[in-house]
């Protein structure tokens, strides 16, 4: 079977624009069984000649702060079960927040590689505001932009390396 890369994190980081942007028009079977594998999206993706699955794991997001933490970390938890290599997605506009932090525990718990990567870095300016994120712990940020599309090769060369 091809190797999976799960993208991981809170909501409203970009994830579903950086899969959309990976799959391109790939987009595989959206898995219709009961419960909470319904709303996660899988599709296919190929860099440097490997191919590989993508899983978008930013389907369940429940109202109430309580109920985010809990998806948040409910969706964690799948990703690390299924991927093989995990993108860990955060927020250069927002920062590093608590949310961050939850799932960086999670995903260092999992043994699984973890790549991290910094979305919104729209513009130069930004490119400075990735280096608070090296205090989560998993190493050298790769700062992209799903509006712009920036980084994103970056970001593939050290996903495949990993898979
Ligand atoms: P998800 O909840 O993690 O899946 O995040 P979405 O992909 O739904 O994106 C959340 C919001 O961030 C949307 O309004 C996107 O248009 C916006 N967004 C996504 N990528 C970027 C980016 O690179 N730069 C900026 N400025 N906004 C972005
Ligand atoms: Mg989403």
Same mark, same amino acid.
């Given at each position: 079977?091809?190797?999976?890369?799960?993208?991981?994190?809170?909501?409203?980081v970009g994830k579903s624009t950086i899969f959309n942007r990976l799959i391109g028009d790939r987009l595989a079977i959206v898995e219709d069984k009961p419960g909470i594998t319904r @709303?996660? =999206?899988?599709?296919?993706?190929?860099?440097? /000649?490997?191919? +590989?699955?993508?899983?978008?794991? /930013? !389907?369940?997001?429940? @109202? !109430?702060? @309580?109920?985010? *933490?809990?998806?948040i970390r409910m969706q964690a938890e799948l990703a690390i079960e299924e991927a093989d290599v995990i993108v860990f997605m955060c927020d250069a506009k927002a920062g590093v927040t608590q949310?961050?932090?939850?799932?960086?525990?999670? *995903? +260092?718990?999992? /043994?699984?590689?973890?790549?991290?990567?910094?979305?919104?870095?729209d513009n130069l300016k930004r490119v400075d505001d990735i280096y608070e994120f090296y205090s989560l712990g998993f190493g050298d940020p790769v700062g =992209?932009? !799903?509006?712009? /599309?920036?980084?994103?090769?970056? *970001? *593939?060369?050290?996903?495949?390396?990993?898979l």
């Amino acid at each position: 079977a091809r190797p999976v890369v799960a993208i991981v994190g809170r909501p409203n980081v970009g994830k579903s624009t950086i899969f959309n942007r990976l799959i391109g028009d790939r987009l595989a079977i959206v898995e219709d069984k009961p419960g909470i594998t319904r @709303d996660r =999206i899988y599709g296919s993706a190929e860099w440097n /000649g490997k191919a +590989f699955s993508v899983i978008d794991t /930013g !389907g369940i997001e429940i @109202d !109430g702060d @309580d109920m985010i *933490l809990k998806s948040i970390r409910m969706q964690a938890e799948l990703a690390i079960e299924e991927a093989d290599v995990i993108v860990f997605m955060c927020d250069a506009k927002a920062g590093v927040t608590q949310s961050d932090e939850e799932v960086a525990q999670i *995903l +260092f718990r999992s /043994g699984k590689p973890v790549i991290l990567s910094v979305n919104k870095v729209d513009n130069l300016k930004r490119v400075d505001d990735i280096y608070e994120f090296y205090s989560l712990g998993f190493g050298d940020p790769v700062g =992209i932009s !799903g509006s712009h /599309g920036t980084g994103i090769g970056d *970001l *593939l060369d050290v996903v495949v390396e990993n898979l």
